[in-house]
Structures are given as C-alpha cells and as structure tokens.
C-alpha cells in the first residue's frame, strides 16, 4: 500500500508534502543534512515544512514548489493510510464549510431528492445540509475561517480534515461530488481525488472562485479540476471556459430566497419581531465569525452611541442585532442592552430602515431588500498587507461589485473606526442619500438574472443520477 501511495495510487501524497521524516523509508538526504546544515536544520525542518509548504501554495500557486528544495517534493503516506472504512456507498456526497453555502448545499440536495426520491446523500458539512436529509459524515461548523493568519494558525488541522473528507469521499464512492464555495479547501481536495473521475465520479462546484478578484492564473486550474462548475454571476463563466472548463451562470439563489421589499412584508416582519409600525429600526450584523463578531460588534455600538441623538427624529430608532445561530451567546453578552436576534436575519431587513453590516454574502441580501447599508470589515493585519497586494477588485462588498461601482459605502481594516462608522452612518440615515441608495440597491435583482438558481444547478446534476439508489448499499475500501 505504501508504494502504491508514494505513487499516487491513492491521491493523498500531496496533502503531506510538508510532512517529512514520517515514513520507515530514510533517504540520502535525511543522512547528508546533519551535517551540511547541523542539527538546528533538522529541527526547524520538522516543524517548518509541515506548514510553509502549503501557505506558500495558497498564497502563490503550486509553481512555488519549483524554488523549495527538491527533497520537500516527496509524498510521504499519512499516519494510518493502511486502515479501511467501511461505509455504504452514497450516490451524493457534498462538502461545504460555511453557513451561507450550508444552506445552498441544503436547497440542492431537497430540489433533488424531489426527483429522486431513494438519493442516498452523505456530506461533510454544516446543520442545514443534516436537515436536508444528508448523512453528516464530518461536523464543519466550526471550520469557517477567514484571512491568512486565521487560516495559518489551523493549517495542520485543515490538512488532517483534508485526509479525512478524502478517505470517507473513496469509501463512499459517489456518484457525484458537490462541493459548495470554500474554495481554499474544496479545490485542494478534488485536486486529490481527480483519480474518481476516471472510474466515472463527476466533480460539481458550486460558487465559482473569484478570480476575478485576485489570483485570476487559478481560473485555468479550476477548470481542469471540475466537470460542472456553477457560477453565480453572469461574467463569470467566460473566465472558465477559455480554458476548457464547462461552467454555467445559473443565477443567484439569494434571487429566490429574498423575497421583494413591500409594506406587507414590512408590516408582518414586525408582527413576528413585536415592532411598533413608529419605530425605525437599525440592523447591526457583525457576521457569522468569531473574530468578525469581535472585532465589529463593538465598533458597531460605539458608532451608534456617537450618533443616537442625531440621528432620532419624531421616530424612536431601535437598533437589532443579528447573532449568528452557530455563535456562543458570551460573545454578545457586553451588548445586552441592544435587542438579540437570533436566527431572524431577514425579518430584520424586512422592516430595517438602514444597517451596519459585515462583509460578505450578507450584505448581497441586504442590497435585495433594498436596504442601504455600511460594508465594514476588519481582519489581521497581516492578512490585510497580503490582501492589499493580491484583490485586482476596486470594490470588496458584493452589492458595490455586482453595480460596478460605490453604492455602499466600504470601511475596511484601518479605515473601520466608530469615528468613521458614525459620520457614514449619520450620513446615509438622512433623507436624500438614503433615498438614492435605495434606488440603487432595488436595481440588484435585475443584474443577478432571473429566480431558478438551485433547479439549475440541480438539473446540470440530475444527468449523473439516472438510476441513483440501486447501488448496493455496502462497501469496504482501503485507503
């Protein structure tokens, strides 16, 4: 079996490039470095090399393994590689990492059951995708991480998770992989697993990459690696398909998931929250990570406390704050004296009047109920630096990048101060740039095509299906 990893009879060699010094086998090189570099070597090399190797790739692509020493090439087989599992074959197994595609993997997998009623689904993913109906392999809730330094100070972790999704993924021998945005960890591990695709296993990503954005050589990678990538923005797939990808804008679930902004909604959202009709209400959402929720919610509250009296009129302002359901409550509880909303996001956008929002697919939402909104976010350091020299976008918010130009206005990383957070707030409180945003904003729905997202990724799916539920049920494979 050894030999047959070393190899690449199983795929997982790559995930351990960096794990040296592992395996029974001692080469030349294990007896030479001694005494070329000394023992000081030997010791940062065993602790170095099992994470530069794959931040160095993240950050600039698997050419960087050119300019490292010859002998970091080498797989070496992961602890355990000789164990079987034992699992019943699935016809689905998806794999998603964040709440936002946790609930698009959720939509995929009910539109398709609907057609196959029998669909044996496995994933490893979040709660949504277990509601589904899927077969939770692999808990990921606590894995949605984001900036480099969050994601350096787990790589180990996120390499072991890596193996493991890898070796349930043969065990279970799918039909058809779906894997839904995260794309730092899905397009390694099809990277791992392209040896399926030869015995018929089809690749679906969900999310296109956004290399539009930054690192735009991925795009050629990419579309080697899938069969069926589904892009939620209409640019997109010709950036795949110049290279030979098969990739297709099925428009954006969040079309069909928000309903259109009206008094009706307004008037019922406020009857499920208990909101008077005289009450202006203020959405703060500092997102659904830890460190977002940290490092903004309190930005958030001092920016409001700046500007309360200024901004009250005849109309009391109430300000709600959107917890994420994954979150611990400690993490709120400084702000106690702000109403707590738990899994309520868009009834809040419902009857909010305006919103202090993290980046990211929250604020796309927001930009559908016609909400006008600050885009704020504030990571590491580090990660901002790296960040600043990587993002070819003019804009980071996704309402400002799907209008090609500053609807909302964006306070990132330095810039996001309450001071700031305060006069941007007070500003788009007022009457004429609240106004104009909202027009802007309304705008959103037509630029992201038509509703029907999830039935077409699911009828680009449903090809590969056909008998799916006669297999049988058990099987025994090494890895």
Not at 209 to 214: E, K, R
Request: aromatic share 8%; proline share 6%.
């Amino acid at each position: 079996m050894t030999g047959n990893l070393r190899q690449g009879g199983a795929g997982l060699g790559a995930w351990d490039r960096g794990s040296l010094g592992r395996g029974k086998e001692v080469g030349l090189w294990e007896w030479v470095a001694p005494f070329a570099y000394g023992r000081w070597w030997m010791a940062f090399r065993a602790r170095a090399s099992r994470l530069v190797p794959s931040l160095l790739i993240s950050m600039a692509g698997p050419q960087i393994w050119d300019s490292l020493p010859s002998e970091l090439h080498k797989p070496v087989p992961w602890e355990g590689c000789s164990m079987a599992l034992s699992l019943p074959e699935c016809d689905v197994f998806v794999v998603v990492g964040e709440p936002s595609g946790d609930a698009y993997a959720a939509a995929v997998i009910s539109e398709l059951q609907r057609q196959y009623p029998d669909l044996r689904v496995a994933a490893a993913a979040c709660e949504g995708v277990r509601a589904a109906g899927a077969e939770i392999d692999v808990d990921m809730s606590g894995y949605a991480v984001m900036g480099f330094v969050a994601v350096f100070k787990r790589l180990a972790e996120f390499r072991r998770l890596g193996r493991q999704v890898a070796r349930i993924i043969r065990a279970r021998r799918p039909r058809v992989v779906i894997t839904v945005d995260y794309p730092g960890f899905n397009l390694r591990l099809l990277a791992h697993l392209q040896d399926l695709r030869q015995s018929g296993c089809v690749f679906c990503h969900v999310v296109a990459p956004q290399v539009w954005a930054w690192k735009p050589r991925r795009a050629k990678k990419v579309a080697q690696l899938v069969d069926q990538l589904c892009c939620f923005f209409p640019f997109e797939p010709p950036l795949f398909t110049r290279h030979g990808g098969a990739a297709s804008f099925v428009g954006h679930p969040l079309v069909d998931q928000m309903p259109k902004p009206s008094a009706e909604a307004n008037r019922a959202a406020r009857q499920r929250l208990g909101i008077a009709a005289d009450i202006d209400v203020l959405l703060m959402a500092p997102g659904s990570r830890e460190h977002e929720v940290s490092s903004l919610l309190p930005l958030f509250d001092e920016a409001y406390a700046m500007v309360a009296h200024r901004l009250r009129g005849p109309r009391p302002i109430l300000p709600l704050i959107a917890k994420a359901p994954a979150l611990d409550h400690a993490l709120y509880r400084r702000f106690s004296h702000h109403r707590l909303v738990e899994g309520g996001y868009r009834e809040i956008l419902a009857c909010a009047r305006a919103g202090m929002i993290a980046s990211g697919t929250a604020t796309l939402e927001a930009a559908l109920a016609g909400v006008p909104h600050l885009i704020a976010y504030r990571g590491d350091t580090l990660s901002a630096t790296i960040a600043k020299h990587v993002i070819l976008t003019d804009h980071v918010g996704l309402p400002n990048i799907v209008h090609a130009r500053r609807v909302c206005p964006e306070i990132l990383q330095d810039q996001c101060t309450a001071i700031r957070l305060a006069a941007h707030l007070e500003r788009m409180w007022r009457g004429p740039v609240h106004n104009a945003t909202c027009t802007s904003l309304l705008a959103t729905r037509d630029r992201l095509g038509s509703g029907g997202a999830i039935s077409r990724i699911a009828a680009l799916i449903a090809p590969h299906l056909k008998g799916a539920g006669d297999r049988r049920r058990d099987s025994t494979i090494g890895v």
